[in-house]
Structure formats: structure tokens, C-alpha cells
């Protein structure tokens, strides 16, 4: 049907040609993201990408997962184990051994008897969020974020809804129904306590987001143990399991896997599991077959309008904007770094 639209679109075109009085077409998100300039565009270290290889397909295919890690200050305990359990090779022959619809997919040692590594840290619970300096300004870039309370956001929304003017958010900050405020920081979707106290910040839990598995509290998992999100963004997770990373490519190697039938979505045959054959930083690969990807700055003006067109779609399939959107519906475009 989309493509029927489009090419009625194009047909209309050519029938009535365009006049000056006929207003500018109004990009989509997408066409944005594709305008931007390169010195919009961020490039992530090898030494931050996570590559994690399973098993070939049943058509001979090869499966590769590449896992972004979260930048400091988050996570950063957990993040450290992880990049000593890759150094350790731990995870080579280890499985998925989870995988529950519309929630995530979960892996490391099914039979929970591998030895781990020597040094790994424990981290406590406090390492699910950070807390900010007394005075409580949180910048990004060096410059102060900007706040909007819930009323505010109401009143912009309103605003648009009587004008049709929407308001850029500056991809800093915004209303939300699982924390006070969110915002965009370094490239990556944070929560914000506002003027709660303790003033603190998280990472949230959207499509793609990697998190550590764990047991009953005081557990905090040592990074051994750690599943993608696959399905509808499961926000009640935030600052109860700790987050370090979000899949930038591969996701539909995890997302299109056979349900588990056991409780929680766990594979009850060990038949079931999927293999994984290798897990690397990247930087532990060969220079050629080292994935190179780059995220658009979420503090370019490039960002701030694929944000607002995420939250209030004017091109013309769209009928009525929303006003407004969930931070998790306004994914930081990530892309290949192209081979010169």
C-alpha cells in the first residue's frame, strides 16, 4: 500500500505541476537524518562496540550482533567487567538461552557452572543512576540543559494543537510518564530526577537497550549474564537492573528467534538455544573486519529537527501530528561509516 501511495504521489506530479504558491514539501524525519551534514555525525571507537557473533543461520547465513557501550559516567562498573569477560573470551560457547515476546533476549551460561573471571568488581545498586553535583544544572556539551516541566510540555503541545506551530525541544530535555524529565546526552536517552532529590540521572530502557541479568536484590549481575531488548520499551526496568549498552546492528538476529516455551521465555530443550561463537570488543578484531559506525549528534541542529519532526509528523502521509512523543520513539539515527 505504501508504495501504491508513492507512486500515486509521483503520478499526481507529473498531472499538475508545482506553482509557487504550492508550499514547500515538508521533510520526514528520515529525509532529515539523510540531509544532515557530516560534521553532524559523531564516529564511536572500536574500543566502545561489542561484537558478538552467533552461529550461522540454518541457510548457511552469518549472524553478527554489534552492541554499542554506554559512555561514561553510567554503568561504568559493570561496562568494565564486561570488557574483561570479553578479554577472557568467556562467552565463546556459551548461548541465547532466553527469548520472550515483546520483551527481550537474553544470554551467557545456560548451565550457570562456568567459572567467571578473576577481578571482576561488584557493583552496588547505587550504580543504577548518578547522582549530579549540589547544584543540580545538568549540562550537555558544556552548556546547561534545558527543562521543560510536565506543564510546560502540556502547554507547548496545546500550542501546537491551536497553531500548528510545534516547539523544538532542542533534543535536551522533555516530559515523560517514568521520570520527571528525559533528555538526550552524549547520543543516549536519560532519565532525569528534576527538582526531586537526590538530583540524580539514568539511562532508559528502549527497543535495542542491553542490560545486565541478575538475581533477587542486593544482586546487581556482573555483566556475564545480559539480554536486548526486543520488544515495547519495559520502562519500569529503569534504575532496577543496570543498563550498558543498546544494539546498533543485528537486532533482527535476536528479534526474529523462536520463542522460548518455558517460564520467563526460557528455551526448556537445550536443542533450542542458539550458540554464540564468539563475543569481542571490537578492537580485539582484525583492522578489516572491524565494524565502524557514527551516531548523529544529539546536539546539532540536524538532531533538534529529526526530533521535532519524530514528535510532530507534517509530511504528507500524516494527517494529525501527535504533539509530542516518547523519548523511546525518537532513536539516535545510527549509521555505517561508509569504506573511503
Not at 550482533?65 to 562498573?77: K, T
Not at 549528534?297 to 516518547?326: C, E, L, M, V, W
Request: proline content about 8%.
Amino acid at each position: 500500500m505504501k508504495h501504491l501511495v508513492l507512486t500515486a504521489v509521483a503520478a499526481a506530479s507529473l498531472i499538475h505541476p508545482a506553482s509557487a504558491e504550492e508550499p514547500a514539501s515538508i521533510p520526514s524525519p528520515g529525509e532529515i537524518v539523510a540531509a544532515a551534514p557530516a560534521s553532524d555525525w559523531v564516529a564511536i571507537a572500536p574500543s566502545d562496540l561489542l561484537v558478538m557473533d552467533l552461529v550461522a543461520d540454518a541457510g548457511g547465513e552469518a549472524r553478527r550482533v554489534v552492541i554499542q557501550l554506554m559512555p561514561a559516567p553510567f554503568s561504568q562498573g559493570w561496562i568494565g567487567n564486561i570488557r574483561k569477560l570479553a578479554a577472557a573470551h568467556w562467552w565463546d560457547g556459551t548461548s541465547i538461552n532466553r527469548v520472550q515476546d515483546n520483551y527481550v533476549a537474553q544470554w551467557g551460561d545456560a548451565t550457570e557452572k562456568k567459572a567467571l573471571p578473576a577481578g571482576l568488581a561488584v557493583v552496588p545498586e547505587s550504580g543504577y543512576a548518578i547522582s549530579d553535583p549540589a547544584s543540580g544544572r545538568v549540562t550537555v556539551g558544556g552548556k546547561p540543559a534545558i527543562r521543560l516541566s510536565k506543564d510546560e510540555a502540556n502547554r507547548r503541545s496545546k500550542r501546537f494543537e491551536q497553531t500548528g506551530k510545534g516547539d523544538i525541544f532542542g533534543g535536551r530535555s522533555m516530559a515523560d510518564a517514568y521520570a520527571p524529565e528525559v533528555m538526550f546526552e552524549s547520543g543516549w536517552p536519560i532519565a532525569y530526577s528534576g527538582s526531586q532529590v537526590p538530583d540524580s540521572r539514568w539511562p532508559v530502557h528502549c527497543y535495542g537497550a542491553v542490560g545486565v541479568g541478575r538475581n533477587m536484590s542486593p544482586d546487581t549481575g556482573s555483566g556475564a549474564e545480559l539480554y536486548a531488548v526486543i520488544g515495547h520499551a519495559p520502562r519500569h526496568l529503569d534504575r532496577n537492573i543496570a543498563l550498558v549498552g543498546r544494539v546498533i546492528s543485528g537486532i533482527e538476529h535476536l528479534s526474529s528467534l523462536p520463542r522460548g516455551t518455558g517460564a520467563l521465555g526460557f528455551y526448556e530443550d537445550a536443542a533450542e538455544r542458539v550458540a554464540i561463537t564468539a563475543i569481542r570488543v571490537a578492537t580485539e578484531l582484525p583492522a578489516a573486519d572491524q565494524p565502524r559506525f557514527e551516531y548523529l549528534s544529539t546536539d546539532s541542529d540536524s538532531f533538534d529537527r529529526y526530533a521535532d519532526a519524530r514528535q510532530n509528523r507534517r509530511d504528507p502521509f500524516f494527517i494529525k501530528p501527535a504533539g509530542g512523543a516518547d523519548i523511546c520513539n525518537i532513536p539516535v539515527p545510527v549509521r555505517p561509516i561508509q569504506a573511503k
